[in-house]
Structures are given as structure tokens and as C-alpha cells.
Nanobody
Framework: EMQLVESGGGLVQPGGSLRLSCAVSGFTFDDYGMNWVRQAPGKGLEWISGISWNGGTTYYAESMKGRVTISRDNAKNTLNLQIYSLKSGDAAVYYC??????????WGQGTLVTVSS
């Protein structure tokens, strides 16, 4: 059974940083590009970042460049997202998703990030 399980969310103060992780099982992790997508309360899905199968190429939404770093550890089947200088607008549920032919075909259940002082 394919599983993507996010973790690392929680309450963070404005200006703080957070590291999200996504543990993957049930498929060959390093066969796929991976992505992070978020959904803020009452808003639609927003793509944040993507990474190629071997980590050699990374992609970032313009709005997030300089504040996030995506990485992966293929030996541990884990995808990561480091977020810096958190703002209230970063509060959202963060999802990891598998990429197949430019589409996201498998998603985790999400991890909630709350930004508040």
C-alpha cells in the first residue's frame, strides 16, 4: 500500500522556522519527482516547491523563493521542506505529493502549520 505521511507541523511564532518531512512507503521513492503543496484556511491549493527524482533539480514558487528549501533523502525515503521567516500567511495544511508526468497523483494527509505569537 502506498503511503505518504507528513510530519513536523505545529505552532510557530512569526519569524520562526520549521522543517516538514514526508515519509514515503509502498513505491520506489527515487523513481519519482516530489512536490510540496499547501492549502490555507478558506483558500485553494498552492504549489510551493518540487524536486527531481535524484534531488539534482529543485523548483520553487516565486512567492516562496529564498524562504524555503526542499530536499530529499532517497536512502530514507523521505522528503523535506525547510521554511524560514514564517509569516501569518504561511499558516496552512502542507501536503507532499508524488509527481507523474507533470501531475500530482498521490498525496499525503497533510500536516498543519499555525503561525501565531
Amino acid at each position: 500500500e502506498m503511503q505518504l505521511v507528513e510530519s513536523g507541523g505545529g505552532l510557530v511564532q512569526p519569524g520562526g522556522s520549521l522543517r516538514l518531512s514526508c515519509a514515503v512507503s509502498g513505491f520506489t521513492f527515487d523513481d519519482y519527482g516530489m512536490n510540496w503543496v499547501r492549502q490555507a484556511p478558506g483558500k485553494g491549493l498552492e504549489w510551493i516547491s518540487g524536486i527531481s527524482w535524484n534531488g539534482g533539480t529543485t523548483y520553487y514558487a516565486e512567492s516562496m523563493k529564498g524562504r524555503v528549501t526542499i530536499s530529499r533523502d532517497n536512502a530514507k525515503n523521505t522528503l523535506n521542506l525547510q521554511i524560514y521567516s514564517l509569516k501569518s500567511g504561511d499558516a496552512a495544511v502542507y501536503y507532499c505529493a508524488r509527481e507523474v508526468e507533470n501531475a500530482l497523483d498521490a498525496w499525503g494527509q497533510g500536516t498543519l502549520v499555525t503561525v501565531s505569537s
